[in-house]
Nanobody, 127 residues
């Protein structure tokens, strides 16, 4: 069974930066495509960013494109989300997610396509 543990959340002012990390254990990390999702108070969980197993293909939601960067380190079994130019509307609980996938499979951006989830980390942006 794969386990995901997020870290790096916190409180920052608008315009600031945060870096979230997700440590993955229990299985071969490179077998998994990875994603980040977030859920704001009173809203449904939404896609933020995803990366394929190889790390060579990425996807971002329109709301974070150009500000957030997803990356993975297959040697360290981690996936990260660098968040710059943060806005109050980025306030949410951020979740790391994983799914087994083929090496050449299309990148996945839907919540139901991910089987494994972390417990989430709170990100709060003050105006």
């Amino acid at each position: 069974q794969v386990q995901l543990v997020e870290s790096g959340g916190g409180l920052v002012q608008a315009g600031g930066s945060l870096r979230l990390s997700c440590a993955v254990s229990g299985r071969t990390f490179s077998d998994y495509a990875m994603g980040w999702f977030r859920q704001a108070p009173g809203k449904e969980r939404e896609f933020v960013a995803a990366v394929k197993r190889s790390g060579g293909s990425y996807a971002y939601s329109d709301s974070v494109k150009g500000r957030f960067t997803i990356s993975r380190d297959n040697a360290k079994n981690t996936v990260s989300l660098q968040m710059n130019s943060l806005k109050p509307e980025d306030t949410a609980v951020y979740y790391c997610a994983a799914r087994t996938d083929g090496w050449f499979s299309p990148i996945k951006i839907r919540e139901y396509e991910y089987a494994y989830w972390g417990q989430g980390t709170q990100v709060t942006i003050s105006s």
